[in-house]
């Protein structure tokens, strides 16, 4: 009898060991993904604006060549 209990507390603590050892490496990876998943967004949203901030110069840009334009075919130099 004590033996058949001592063969039960030792398959069981060793399943329990063994399950703590995969859930470690399991949590540790849902760690990492998150993080990963923080850095991709945070890179995504530096984008936008940078695309964002790119389109308004772009704008003003352009802006700018047609108001020089228009002055050069009036004859004047000077830019604005």
Same mark, same amino acid.
């Given at each position: 009898?004590?033996?058949a209990?001592?063969?039960?507390?030792?398959?069981v603590?060793?399943?329990?060991?063994?399950?703590?050892?995969?859930?470690?490496?399991?949590?540790?990876?849902?760690?990492?993904r998150?993080?990963?998943?923080v850095r991709a967004?945070?890179?995504?949203? $530096? =984008?936008?604006?940078?695309? %964002?901030?790119?389109?308004?110069e772009?704008? /003003?840009? !352009? $802006? =700018?060549?047609?108001l020089a %334009?228009?002055d050069?075919?009036?004859?004047? /130099?000077? !830019?604005k």
């Open positions: 009898m004590a033996a209990s001592a063969l039960t507390l030792f398959v603590t060793f399943a329990g060991l063994e399950g703590f050892c995969f859930v470690i490496p399991l949590v540790d990876f849902e760690v990492r998150h993080a990963m998943f967004e945070k890179n995504v949203n $530096e =984008r936008n604006l940078f695309g %964002e901030l790119m389109k308004k772009s704008k /003003t840009l !352009l $802006e =700018r060549v047609a %334009e228009k050069m075919i009036r004859g004047e /130099t000077e !830019l």
